[in-house]
């Protein structure tokens, strides 16, 4: 009899600490401070996903930015030259800038003046028509070709303006050579006030119908002159 009721008593303590365990289980999974806990450390996984994606977007903008930049570079990298003698440029990716009737593809100074400016221009077929010590700029621009253009007010095509103004040399009765610059529209005088001390001279040009077509151009009208860069 003692023996019989030893096993029932064993049977009941080990119902009666599983029936505990269980029920600690489940009390453990309610608990609010336990939900409460998950729930902000969820909140913090958000906040650090958010963060990252933030981040990766920034530097994603940031190379996207830079490689448009470098293929700008890269498509406005080049070089301007004239093809004397043709009205079209070669094809082999060549932009043509501005293209001048073949009657005035060439234009310059009488051959047989003294002092006339050494270079030749390169007028084009649509012109536009409009004494003092000087200073000068050297300029550098961050472009990688600049273009002075005879006889024009404006740039054409993507090519941008720097500045415009009047088209000078030195005269055709001086005994030394000159070339072509673009005089500035607007010139300044040097610190010291101007005075005639027959330096070196800025005289303007102007055009002379004859072997230079007109139209489309004037006689004896200045030569304007704009510099573009690209």
């Not at 505990?20 to 996903?49: G, M, T, Y």
């Not at 489309?216 to 860069?229: A, F, I, T």
């Amino acid at each position: 009899m003692s023996q019989v009721t030893w096993i029932s008593v064993f049977c009941m303590c080990i119902a009666i600490i599983e029936c505990s365990d269980k029920h600690a289980k489940r009390l453990l999974l309610n608990d609010p401070d336990v939900v409460e806990k998950r729930f902000n450390q969820l909140e913090l996984e958000i906040q650090n996903l958010k963060s990252e994606v933030v981040s990766l977007k920034t530097e994603s903008q940031q190379k996207t930015a830079r490689i448009s930049q470098l293929e700008a570079g890269q498509s406005s990298s080049g070089s301007f030259y004239t093809r004397w003698g043709r009205k079209s440029c070669p094809g082999n990716g060549t932009e043509l800038i501005y293209t001048v009737n073949i009657y005035c593809i060439s234009a310059g100074a009488w051959y047989d003046y003294a002092g006339s400016a050494v270079d030749f221009l390169c007028l084009p077929h649509d012109p536009d028509v409009i004494q003092s010590d000087l200073r000068k700029s050297v300029t550098a621009k961050h472009a990688s070709s600049t273009l002075m253009i005879p006889g024009k007010t404006t740039c054409s095509g993507s090519l941008k303006l720097e500045y415009n103004g009047r088209l000078a040399s030195g005269h055709y009765s001086y005994k030394g050579n000159s070339q072509y610059v673009c005089m500035d529209m607007n010139p300044e005088v040097l610190e010291n006030g101007s005075a005639n001390d027959n330096g070196k001279l800025f005289v303007g040009v102007q055009t002379k119908c004859g072997s230079l077509r007109c139209p489309p151009y004037q006689d004896n009208v200045m030569v304007p002159c704009v510099v573009c860069s690209g």
